[in-house]
């Protein structure tokens, strides 16, 4: 596995790969790695397809009062699972690479990007519009994939990438989970041992009131429910709320694909997950 670090050097690899025929598949990520990123990987991995991963922690994307300085970084690491995974180039750009001075552009998605984490965290869907828009044309991949884990980001990408004609097939891949049900994430790591048993709450939350809305329930009595059972494990409740699955408009039409999503902080962090109404993912 190539790594490389700057543009030109990249923009070299990608054409010795085009020149072999092959096409590109990106997986962009913040680093931390664990088996839901490999799990992109794996479904990136195709006859004929160049994988590049990403690393990149993306300064734009974490509010004033989020975990830029202590989010995990683990490049020695990441670097071993991505080659051991089938990734045939790592691109880790520095931040001065990737925001050279001068930088002044800002890529902003409304409608689908301003309830949720986007209310939560002002700005969070621009810097990684921004940044995942860099990603696409440093890389000319002909598809990304993504976690649908993070749901909304997932939406927001499939909304840009569709209003500004973007080149590119956005695959979302189902969210990894622990045996007992959380969902993979590189925050994760931030729960003790006693935090981690609580958190199995909020996916046990999820899966009784999707399960319930999915049989004709109302949906705010299972809300309802969802919040009480999380605040009951120690949770402090940002949203528990269902939402269409493309739009992710509030009071969805039963008759179209619903998501439930939902945020809390255990202690000092906070945790997203969301299921399918209707399936059992
Ligand atoms: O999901 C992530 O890890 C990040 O938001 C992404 C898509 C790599 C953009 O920085």
Redesign the pocket.
């Known amino acids: 596995m190539l790594t490389v670090r700057d543009l030109q050097a990249l923009r070299e690899a990608v054409a010795a790969f085009r020149a072999d025929g092959a096409s590109i598949a990106l997986v962009?990520?913040?680093?931390a790695l664990h088996a839901g990123?490999m799990a992109l990987v794996e479904a990136a991995r195709r006859p004929g397809t160049k994988v590049i991963a990403?690393i990149?922690?993306?300064p734009r994307?974490f509010g004033p009062n989020e975990d830029l300085a202590r989010y995990p970084r683990r490049e020695a690491a990441d670097a071993r699972l991505l080659a051991e995974g089938g990734c045939d180039l790592l691109w880790m750009p520095p931040v001065e690479v990737m925001y050279p001075r001068g930088f002044a552009t800002n890529i902003s998605v409304g409608g689908v990007s301003e309830g949720f984490d986007g209310a939560a965290r002002p700005g969070h869907f621009d810097?990684?519009a921004t940044?995942?828009t860099k990603?696409f044309n440093q890389t000319g991949a002909d598809t990304a994939y993504?976690?649908e884990?993070?749901y909304q980001?997932l939406a927001v990408?499939r909304r840009f990438v569709a209003d500004l004609d973007m080149p590119i097939a956005i695959v979302g891949v189902p969210t990894q989970r622990d045996d007992d049900g959380l969902a993979l994430s590189?925050r994760n790591i931030y729960l003790d041992e006693e935090q981690r048993a609580k958190a199995t709450a909020l996916p046990r939350a999820l899966g009784v009131a999707a399960r319930a809305i999915g049989r004709g329930d109302d949906p705010e009595t299972a809300l309802a429910e969802a919040r009480v059972a999380l605040v009951a494990a120690g949770f402090e409740v940002d949203y528990v709320a269902l939402a269409d699955a493309e739009t992710l408009a509030a009071s969805p039409s039963a008759d179209r694909p619903r998501r439930l999503l939902a945020a809390a902080r255990m202690g000092a962090t906070r945790l997203i997950d969301n299921v399918a109404i209707g399936s059992n993912s």
């Open positions: 962009p990520t913040m680093g990123h990403s990149f922690v993306n994307q810097g990684v940044v995942v990603l993504f976690g884990k993070d980001q990408i590189s």
